[in-house]
């Protein structure tokens, strides 16, 4: 999509806070309590004071409460820096094969175990195997009892990786050859930038600095992140529930490290620091060693690197394995230059007309975030509960939040708000758009849908009135939905924003991987468009 003063900054890559639980109640608690998902270089906002400086995320730091895996009794919180593989692959892991990269989807462990009379089988992918005890299905571990019948048990006595399953990425070349298989033997894979895995409530993991071979469990999580602000103060250990991500930056809003160019000029420069009050930026200029104070007005960024982006450069020697030297992780900017590790182990200072480009993030990140919500309405204090119909799903579990594009919507007051399930239960949290009344909002899926129905709500005075809903647009702006006959159209009554379900002609929206939302004007030729929340209906394919 075109992007405007408010368009979508792609995100950082990296390493995010995984919120996942042993029980569902267990992972509501977390998520209230230990803070939203972060990730290492998000741009992020005091939730106190969201109008002040914007802030980017420059450290997670994560301590887990480790529980032994024999006793299942908590011991202590342990960072993550401090906790030991036992298997060689975990699911997120960056792989590389040949000229390829990619992530790894899932694990499947060959395990073997010993019967009561001695005699030792193993089970491919741990087939068969059920759990002894309720509370030890979790995750397999060495000494675990398992069934291999409701009056046959025996013991885990090793775990090795049998099969990795890997979602392919881009390749060195920069060509459309095909990828390789998903299903890879463990050993053909090299495991790349280990420091973006990401570990989760319910791994079995060992502890580096214990002399015993235990294995725990990890249990609770407890989270905090390193924040540089646009004036360049660090400040270390916030708790993530006090920040709000920002996923939409204006064209003017720089950050510490990022390249700039001043209007009608060539010369390239470094942000050092910004005045958010006062709107200049402090640039150093490459060309001329000195540094200026310049309206950010002026300013418009060069190049799109971020702290924790996946880069490519190409590589043009013979030698063995140099395929590995052309992926790499930015870890930091110093005097102008990107420090890069490699995926080779290698780190270097090179300069950004070197590189050929950010990896989309949307290709290699994961999230786990699935959850149902429950067409009745129930208003309890200032929460709206939205249940879902009978067989029907709550399509907007199966979303892609990172892709999710909105223009003309407003910086804070953003899509955020009417989408995700934390904001779009309160009232008091609104999508907003900017210019005048108009909003287009992109909804890219997992996977393939079938869109059912919706449900939009708003203000009554400022709520959307005209919705036009297309299929399979991704690069598509308002002057192209505007122009462009929609697959269905909805005018929403005053019912409809308080909840009453809107049902679309489905057989428009069949296996459908992305739904865009443009909403052509509110209720009472107000000048902005306020949206409550936004619910699909459906099922998926």
Known sequence: MEGEDNAKLDSPSGLPVDNDSVSDNASEELENDRGRMLRLGDFVAHISDLDKA????????????MYDVKKLKPSQYIPSNQLKRVTKFLEGDMVVLDNWLGRVDFVLRDVTVRFMNGSLRTFKGGMGLQPHDDWDGLSLHLGQKVNVSPKRTCTITELFDGSVYVIWIINSDG??????????????LTLVFPFCSTWKIGNVCGHELSKSETEFLLGDVETSVDVTWQNGITEKNLPSSILKPISDLGVHDFFIGQYVVLDNSDGLGVVKSVDHKEKTTTVRWLNIPNEEIISSCHLNRLFNYNLGNLVLRRITREAENSHLSSFGNIIGFKDGNIEVTWADGTISMVQPQELHGVIDR????????FASNGIEQEVEEDALVVKVPEFKVDLLDFVDLRCVRCLNGSRIHCFNNALEKDYRELKGLTLESVADEQLLIYLPFYQPINLHSLVIGGLMEEGPKTVKLFANKRHFDISDAAKTTPRDTAILSEDN???VTVKVNQINFQRIHSVTIFIEDNQYGSELTRVQRIYLFGTLN
């Open 54 to 65: 914007l802030g980017q995320v420059v450290q997670i730091n994560q301590s887990f409460l």
């Open 497 to 499: 924003l308080r909840g």
């Open 362 to 369: 949307e290709k290699y990140e994961d999230t786990d975030e």
């Open 175 to 188: 060509n459309d050859d095909s990828p390789p298989l998903a299903k890879q033997d463990p050993d053909r």
